[in-house]
């Protein structure tokens, strides 16, 4: 697999070495932002690994899947999040805007 080709994939998918993937994703190779953040409807969290605040891109990524149920870590905004992505019985869910305000019908008589 060439590195621009994982770009936007699901990295449970990949074949070779997910740390050197990353660091090719991170340092050289394009972003193509449209598809790395064209999740599924099953994804439930995103991971930026970057410097978190102004300098980062991962609040401008929460609010562009905001309501869609996934909640996005920032690991590198001074650990406020750290402990959440390396224990699992800390780790929260949001809720997905669509289960929670899709209209419904209602008898009234």
Known sequence: MTKLSCLGADLRTL???????????IFTSPIHWTKA????????????????????IGGLTAR???GRGVRVFIIGEKGKNGAE?????????????????????IKTR
């Open 37 to 56: 953040t064209a999740f599924a409807d099953s994804a439930t969290h995103a991971i930026d690994f970057g410097p978190g605040g102004l300098s980062g």
């Open 85 to 105: 992505v390396y224990n699992s019985s800390q780790v929260k869910f949001d809720q997905r805007w669509t289960s929670k305000f899709t209209p419904g019908l």
């Open 64 to 66: 562009n899947l905001e």
């Open 15 to 25: 074949t070779s070495s997910i740390t050197r993937s990353l660091c090719d994703q």
